[in-house]
């Protein structure tokens, strides 16, 4: 199956510091990523479809000018959390969309978690 | 946004016992999954069903999906304190890839 990995696996940052979270789809192309958001004992929550080449497009509620993403390659999203507050602090888990002979099926990485002190 | 609904939301059940999930939904959907996560952990792809199939099997695991209701079942059989997770149904709609997840049935399963 296709991987899907992201870095780093867990970051402790401080108050109004900004944090980058790589998502690499390691051996397939992915034109298409997704990240998602988990609160504890909480589910999954998508935050933004990024798209390689184009601007990343936001969910309802979600401040693009806070949560940067960029997708400058097939393989590889980053997001980057800018001015973290402690209410930012989540598990953060990226997705690759593999084409064609994936079947369309997404792939998860294993997720960043963020705490902000 | 989230669409689907888990339940029960908790499941606490003893070893070689099976263990059954079910999942609602509002909208159309072009697929149905069902993933795992262990606690504070990355998800597991578990099974893919199609919204033209009914039933599907993986191993100690079967799923079936009743579009008309707009609900999908988990059964785990004989289950295994290892199964002991949370379990999520996700749905693909007809247009788009991105995934809604549900709120999760939370799995115990003691030895």
């Known amino acids: 199956g296709a991987v899907v990995s992201q870095h780093p696996s867990w970051v402790i940052c401080k108050s109004g510091t900004s944090v980058k979270i790589e998502c690499r789809s390691l051996d397939f192309q992915a034109t298409t990523m997704f990240w998602y958001r988990q609160f504890p004992k909480q589910s999954l929550m998508l935050m933004a479809t990024s798209n390689e080449g184009s601007k990343a497009t936001y969910e309802q509620g979600v401040e693009k000018d806070k949560f940067l993403i960029n997708h400058a390659s097939l393989t590889l999203s980053t997001l980057t959390v800018t001015s973290a507050h402690p209410e930012d602090s989540s598990f953060y888990i990226c997705?690759?969309?593999?084409?064609?002979?994936?079947?369309?099926?997404?792939?998860f990485g294993p997720g960043t978690r963020l705490t902000v002190l | 946004s989230q669409q689907g609904e888990e339940d029960p939301q908790a499941l606490s059940i003893q070893e070689g016992e099976n263990a059954t999930m079910n999942c609602s939904y509002k909208t159309s959907i072009n697929n149905l999954q069902w993933y795992r996560q262990n606690s504070g952990r990355g998800l597991v792809h578990l099974i893919l069903i199609r919204s033209n199939e009914r039933e599907k099997h993986s191993g100690r695991l079967r799923v079936t999906l009743d579009t008309s209701k707009k609900s999908s079942s988990l059964l785990i059989t004989a289950s295994r304190a290892a199964d002991t997770a949370s379990y999520f149904c996700?749905?693909?709609?007809?247009?788009?890839?991105?995934?809604?997840f549900g709120k999760g049935t939370s799995l115990l399963v003691t030895p």
């Open positions: 996700a749905t693909v709609p007809n247009s788009g890839y991105a995934l809604n």
């Open positions: 997705s690759a969309l593999g084409l064609a002979a994936f079947r369309n099926e997404q792939f």
